[in-house]
């Protein structure tokens, strides 16, 4: 799988991520979310414009880094004053570089991502 197919879907599954962290944490109104299905599970997302554009923006900001590899932890940290109320943080890992024809297709190893994907957002 390329490198840039790998970055998008890091950079989607992230979007999605800091979504639900947002809606769990009750830091914006419930009624600014929606359900919707990503990786066959239902996640919230915001229905509201500045927060999903932020999200957006933050989220691309990162891809030079992604494509580096050079990120391996995300940390959001919700505090209170002074005061850490909750920290919810994702670890992550990158695929070994393998030569091209020992490679799983590039639909494996979207299906095997998704999958992956789909138990850091329930």
Known sequence: ?????????????????????????NIYPSQIFRSRYKYN???????YPPLNDYIRHLVLSLQP?????????ITVSV???????ESFSLLLSYPPLLPSHSQPSAGEC???????FRGHVV
Not at 17 to 24: A, K, M, P, R, S
Not at 41 to 47: A, G
Not at 65 to 73: F, M, R, T
């Open 1 to 25: 799988m390329s490198g840039d197919v790998l970055q998008e879907l890091l950079t989607e599954f992230l979007e999605v991520w800091l979504h639900n962290v947002l809606y769990i944490c």
């Open 41 to 47: 599970v239902s996640v919230k997302q915001s229905t």
């Open 65 to 73: 880094q992604l494509a580096q590899q050079a990120i391996h932890s």
């Open 79 to 85: 505090h209170s004053g002074l005061q850490t109320e």
């Open 110 to 116: 979207i299906a095997q991502c998704k999958d992956a």
